[in-house]
């Protein structure tokens, strides 16, 4: 295999059918997401099988486009890595088996990818690229490479990882109900806002004043670095009943409910990332931070942890806002790194719903290929 492969990734994990082409691990040739926000919009938040027969209808088209836009043929391809989970199921599966059945008709070699992994990649492409966005004093954010922390923040998932130059990433904390995103979704259909929630609730807040109602900060008074969000919802859910519902709330009472509600969030996120770089830049050398997820494409979030670090003496990256959500430039990245490693993975790579950071389900654990994109991060 050369030097700098190309590689096709796959992402499927969720209502996104994406599919990017890579040479290298940086080399961004092609970026292709197709999304499903008209399908669900209806139901206020993702219906798997309403997501698993789209992607069905599209991946061929998706994956058909990618190399398109690349300006390649499938011949020249020198591997393919697919999200193998977490996820859904049946989304996974779409994107898994098209790639496995394309990876081994035309003899290529192919890797599962975890999702999470495939994001914190994401902010290391975004530096390569300069087109991360980093702290004051940055331009547009140093290089980022382990060891640092990452927030891991979407509809998913909430979690802090200690970032390893070596051996699999540690977990910090996380959350121990709902994700900040799947909060984001929830309370937008309370406030009657349209699905995707977070974008809408980001978008109406910018009307409002944060300071209107002093919504509760999650685990504010307790130690640890554990994320929860159901109470926050709640606690909106009962501020809307007391002010007579939905539909007795003016237009400034709205957006006052939705500042409220993305400050008590945000405010969450950073002072528990504060504590967290706290922990680590006492005990060891690291010195940044790395956002990442669809909630860190929120701009009051970007704003107060740069804000945390440049008080804290900490580098806060985030990915352009295009690789923030799920994208398959994730995947393709971190699949490379695995694929000149000459880590394989075979016909009987399985979907895994539920897989821990760091850990990969679909390998032998005692094999030499146990590994992940984050291990030994390629230069």
């Not at 486009?65 to 690349?70: C, D, G, H, I, P």
Request: hydrophobic letters at 40%; a negative charge.
């Amino acid at each position: 295999m050369p030097d700098l492969p190309l590689v096709l990734g796959i992402e499927s994990s969720c209502d996104e059918m994406a599919a990017a082409v890579l040479r290298g691990d940086f080399e961004i040739l092609s970026s292709v997401v197709h999304g499903q926000a008209d399908v669900h919009a209806p139901y206020g938040g993702v219906v798997p099988e309403l997501a698993s027969r789209d992607h069905v209808r599209v991946v061929a088209r998706v994956v058909e486009k990618a190399l398109e836009e690349a300006g390649i043929g499938a011949d020249e391809l020198d591997g393919v890595a697919m999200t193998a989970g977490p996820g859904l199921v049946g989304s996974l599966l779409v994107g898994l088996c098209f790639g496995k059945a394309f990876a081994y008709a035309r003899g290529l070699p192919f890797v599962g990818v975890h999702h999470l992994v495939g994001h914190l990649v994401a902010a290391e492409v975004g530096t390569q690229h300069g087109r991360a966005s980093g702290g004051e004093g940055t331009g547009d954010g140093g290089q980022l490479a382990p060891p640092y922390v990452g927030l891991v923040v979407s509809g998913g998932h909430t979690a802090l990882y200690q970032v390893n130059p070596e051996g699999r990433p540690g977990l910090l904390g996380e959350t121990r109900d709902d994700a900040a995103g799947e909060a984001f979704d929830k309370v937008a259909k309370l406030l009657g806002l349209a699905y995707p929630g977070g974008p809408a609730i980001s978008k109406l807040a910018r009307e409002g004043d944060p300071r209107a109602i002093d919504f509760p900060r999650p685990m504010s008074k307790r130690p640890g670095l554990d994320f929860s969000y159901s109470g926050l919802k709640t606690a909106v859910s009962v501020e809307l009943a007391r002010r007579g519902g939905l539909d007795a709330l003016g237009p400034g009472e709205c957006a006052d409910l939705a500042a409220s509600f993305e400050a008590a969030v945000v405010d969450s996120l950073v002072a528990r990332s504060v504590r967290a770089m706290r922990q680590c830049m006492t005990n060891t050398d690291v010195r940044q931070i790395a956002v990442v997820g669809g909630v860190a494409a929120n701009d009051r979030l970007r704003e107060e942890m740069r804000a945390a670090g440049a008080r804290e003496g900490f580098e806060a990256i985030f990915p352009p806002m295009d690789l923030c959500t799920d994208n398959a430039v994730m995947i393709a990245a971190a699949g490379s790194r695995l694929l000149s490693r000459g880590v394989r993975d075979d016909l009987c790579l399985e979907a895994f719903s539920r897989v821990p950071l760091g850990e990969t389900p679909w390998r032998d654990p005692e094999s030499a290929d146990a590994v992940t994109a984050l291990d030994q991060a390629s230069p």
